[in-house]
């Protein structure tokens, strides 16, 4: 595999440079620097921090804006001036993929808790993109400062920017729970996340739950955490069970639908109204497709769809009519367009900021406690190191107060005056350097009162992180109060932090009802020939004699039908096939094989074909003269492979496919020895598939037709002259017998084609 890279033009040794090529292996060569490229983009831009839920261009950002100090109280800067300080300093990519990430935290409806306050064209959720960075200006957020808390004292490790020249926080303090909060996506090389949004106030009381109860179950957790909140709204319809396998598993999905009302117009008419679509939904592209649909006679329940939106999102749905079912039409409106979408959880994030795990919620709030733990450690410690470093100053402070008139002396006549004060009082070069910098006003009376009380709180503070540092059970509920205090801030009785997404149930429907609805409703005849070729014409024809075939073939079954209607197909393999008659081929022409629609055995032939009805059953029969009657409900076939009904296996093969009457009790089985037997019906058992029952014994031959029919009505069949033929029950008494049994020579008048029809 080994492969020498020579110079154009020369081989290895030819040329001043020919004693530096070295031999590299290719494979070894390409897996080192693939799996470099895999590391850099899983690490350091696909997938997001567990405990600041942010990715590095993002934290890059907030980090450049917290340094030109642009916080929630400030002025506005222009984007242009942020991007810049983003790219020149710590992020070194393109200047408009770092504005997008900047636009798309500032949009309320992408972000459910912005992180940029951004004043100017940021975008809408038509999809229209946002104004230039040169015209817009932004800040950050409450969201922001919280994320941000303690990044002056010492809460996070810093590391050199991309030049060196600067540094750059790892990990935010993140004193928000943003990473659930406000969500995430991304693909890696191999692997994605997809974290969508979330309620913080009830993330907080999660993980106020979890520091009590650090092994609480998912059942208690759900109870808290009910499912996303989408800063768009709309209405969750997944089951409890999905949305807690979901949290268990970090693994999952959401179906999330349109919110609709319905609207009462003038004359007993009415529209529905969309207030909220699903997330990451675009309104334009949502109504073109419904648009779209409307023209292409997909969606026949709806007349038209307006968009009345303003600053809230307002979709306007007609009814074709004022009788049309308006959930009906809804549940047709949800399975074809985007009013009902799916938002996926997959929660692939850098556990500890370093390893690339799937994570379930348990699991990333409680990373993000352990982290905001850090946090406090770390904070409480920096504190702590800045008032033993202001004690010994106001010690020594206190110190020259009580030797004021020696200090003044040292400094007046002493040449080393820093040194004969640290020998004279015993000081420290730190205490003696503050007193030589003390100010002449320093020297008042009440200063040195203020310096009491600030050396009396200050060891009274250090008392207490001492305390803290020393006890984790003080820890947890320092970090239990600064969660109830962001929970308190971003409360369901907020603007921002009220709950927007509710759940629901989707609407008890028949599923085939909204199928029909979706089809427009127009009579056709579908014809079939003997060599299996399929279609359909408009209108009912009344004469079959027309119909034109391809040489050598003829007409094998026509009938009358609608577009909403199935179509049943039932072959010598034992097995039917479902067709719907909107998708048969049309037009022109003598249609297609119908063997291109459906997985036929290449052996097998079709025997019946006819409009589906739910309510009726069927006698289907083998050669062998075996059967059995099956409710035609059982017979529906859901995919191209079909349904096996009855069992047969070569030579034997399906032959009979029979209607059964609502009152038909009897059976004639004519076999094709010529002989007739009549029986109760009861007799033949109803089954959902099977090898059948015998219905007629021979002792050469089969089957040749079955038919049911009402005892009180009699038998008929029509000769080869089209005459119709009549028996009693009585005339044919001779007839009568017992299933199974062998039966006796047809009655004179009976075809000779042996069927009763």
Same mark, same amino acid.
């Not at 919280?146 to 993140?174: C, H, N, S, W």
């Not at 059942?219 to 999905?242: C, N, Q, Y």
């Not at 020696?406 to 003696?432: N, S, Y």
């Not at 209607?565 to 049309?586: C, E, Q, R, S």
């Given at each position: ?93 393109? !200047? ?11 949009? !309320? ?44 004292? !010492? ?151 307006? !968009? ?30 985007? #009013? ?102 320093? #020297? ?139 998708? #048969? ?173």
């Amino acid at each position: 595999m080994g492969k020498q890279l020579i110079p154009p033009g020369g081989d290895d040794n030819s040329g001043s440079g020919g004693d530096n090529i070295a031999s590299v292996d290719l494979k070894a060569a390409l897996e080192e620097r693939y799996l470099a490229y895999a590391l850099s983009t899983i690490m350091g831009r696909a997938l997001p921090d567990v405990r600041d839920g942010l990715k590095p261009v993002h934290r890059r950002i907030l980090h450049a804006m917290r340094i030109l100090r642009l916080d929630p109280n400030s002025g506005y800067k222009k984007c242009a001036r942020i991007v810049g300080d983003v790219i020149g300093k710590y992020h070194p990519h393109g !200047d408009q993929s770092v504005y997008d990430a900047l636009v798309r935290l500032a949009q !309320d409806f992408a972000v459910r808790y912005p992180l940029v306050d951004g004043q100017g064209n940021f975008g809408n959720v038509d999809g229209d993109n946002a104004a230039a960075m040169r015209y817009t200006e932004a800040r950050m957020t409450e969201v922001s400062t919280l994320l941000l808390q303690g990044m002056d004292e !010492d809460a996070v490790d810093f590391r050199e920017t991309y030049d060196g020249e600067d540094k750059e926080p790892i990990v935010l303090p993140g004193a928000f729970p943003n990473l659930l909060a406000n969500g995430s996506s991304g693909i890696a090389v191999g692997m994605a996340t997809s974290v969508p949004p979330h309620n913080a106030a009830e993330l907080c009381e999660a993980a106020q739950h979890l520091i009590k109860f650090p092994n609480a179950g998912f059942d208690k957790l759900l109870e808290m955490v009910p499912g996303p909140d989408f800063p768009t709204g709309g209405t969750i319809i997944e089951s409890r069970e999905t949305i807690l396998n979901a949290y268990k598993t970090g693994r999952g999905g959401f179906r999330v639908r349109a919110k609709w009302n319905k609207e009462d117009t003038k004359r007993g008419g009415y529209q529905i109204i969309i207030t909220e679509i699903p997330y990451q939904v675009q309104k334009s592209r949502l109504i073109e497709k419904i648009a779209e649909l409307l023209i292409a006679k997909k969606l026949v329940l709806l007349g038209d769809v307006r !968009d009345e939106s303003a600053e809230d999102i307002r979709l306007v749905l007609e009814p074709k009519n004022r009788t049309v079912d308006p959930v009906l039409l809804m549940e047709s409106m949800f399975k074809l367009t985007d #009013l009902e979408s799916r938002v996926s959880l997959n929660m692939n994030v850098l556990s500890h900021g370093k390893v690339p795990k799937v994570l379930s919620l348990r699991d990333v709030l409680r990373e993000w406690l352990d982290h905001r733990k850090d946090v406090l450690i770390r904070r409480s410690k920096h504190r702590l190191k800045n008032i033993e470093r202001r004690l010994e100053i106001l010690g020594g402070f206190l110190i020259a107060y009580l030797n004021l008139d020696e200090v003044i002396r040292i400094i007046r006549f002493e040449d080393h005056p820093k040194q004969m004060m640290m020998t004279t009082f015993e000081i420290t070069d730190l205490q003696a350097e503050s007193i030589l910098n003390m100010r002449l006003r320093s #020297l008042r009376k009440l200063e040195e009162f203020e310096i009491r009380k600030e050396f009396d709180d200050l060891s009274k503070e250090k008392a207490g992180i001492e305390e803290l540092l020393a006890s984790e059970d003080q820890q947890w509920k320092t970090i239990h109060w600064e969660i109830g205090q962001v929970k308190k801030k971003f409360g369901k009785d907020t603007e921002l932090g009220a709950r927007r997404t509710d759940f629901g149930e989707a609407a008890e429907v028949d599923l085939e009802a909204v199928q029909q609805a979706m089809i427009e409703k127009e009579p056709v005849t579908v014809v079939v020939s003997e060599k299996g070729w399929i279609r359909t014409l408009r209108g009912h024809l009344a004469d079959f004699a027309t119909l034109t075939f391809k040489e050598g073939d003829a007409l094998k079954a026509a009938f009358h039908a609608e577009t909403t209607d199935k179509v049943l197909m039932f072959t010598t393999a034992g097995k039917f096939y479902t067709l719907g008659a909107d998708k #048969l081929p049309g037009g022109r022409g003598h249609g297609e094989p119908v063997r291109v629609m459906v997985d036929m055995d290449n052996d097998a032939d079709i025997i019946s074909i006819f409009v589906h009805n739910p309510k009726r059953k069927l006698l289907i029969a083998s050669s062998l003269g075996n059967g059995f009657v099956v409710p035609e409900a059982g017979t529906i076939a859901n995919t191209r492979k079909g349904k096996q009904v009855l069992n047969v296996k070569m030579p034997v093969e399906a032959v009979i496919c029979s209607f059964v009457g609502a009152g038909d009790d009897r059976v004639a089985v004519v076999g094709e020895n010529r002989k007739l037997l009549v029986f109760k019906l009861e007799q033949i058992p109803e089954m959902g598939r099977g090898k059948g029952v015998r219905l007629q014994r021979y002792k050469d031959g089969g089957v040749k037709d079955v038919k049911t029919f009402e005892a009180g009505e009699g038998l008929s069949w029509i000769d080869g002259g089209g005459r119709t033929h009549l028996r009693s029950l009585d005339e044919l008494v001779e007839f009568v017998g017992e299933r199974a049994q062998a039966g006796r020579i047809v009655p004179r008048g009976f075809p000779k084609s042996g069927k009763f029809e």
